[in-house]
């Protein structure tokens, strides 16, 4: 087996870490794709046991959430890379979810108070318009 150049060891090397750092990231991102779907399965089990329990009592969940974190490989500006741990945020669809709820009841009161501005606005034009006409047939008799 000939012998390779030194450079094109180091070149063979750096691709191979590099190939490496991507599967451990795309390893990561399925694991948190995994965990998160734990969540949902065990929300929807909560749900089904509140529902048949009929709500009398505040149940704790059956299952309890600590800070979790999968392994993450950066790179940072000089090409070298940090092996370092990368949180995931398990309630961020919550946090997502409430914060549309609330800017949609925002924009839902914003129009209820424009329709009831624009109905005064109506009213008072109307009632402009009547006294106007009154005015005009007064003053012409």
Not at 2 to 19: F, M, N, T, Y
Not at 98 to 115: G, H, I, M, N, V
């Amino acid at each position: 087996m000939p012998l390779q150049p030194q450079k094109e060891k180091i070149i063979s090397g750096w691709e191979r870490l590099v190939a490496q750092a991507q599967t451990i990231n795309q390893m990561a991102a399925e694991l948190e794709a995994e965990i998160l779907e734990l969540k949902a399965i065990v929300s929807a089990i909560d749900s089904q046991i509140n529902y048949l329990q009929g709500n009398r009592q505040a149940r704790r969940s059956i299952c309890k959430y600590l800070t979790i974190s999968v392994p993450w490989v950066r790179q940072k500006s000089d090409e070298s890379l940090i092996l370092t741990t990368r949180k995931i945020d398990l309630f961020r669809a919550e946090r997502e979810a409430a914060l549309l709820a609330q800017k949609l009841r925002q924009q839902s009161k914003k129009k209820k108070l424009a329709a009831q501005r624009h109905k005064r606005n109506q009213r008072t034009a109307i009632t402009d318009m009547s006294r106007s006409v009154q005015e005009t047939l007064f003053n012409k008799s």
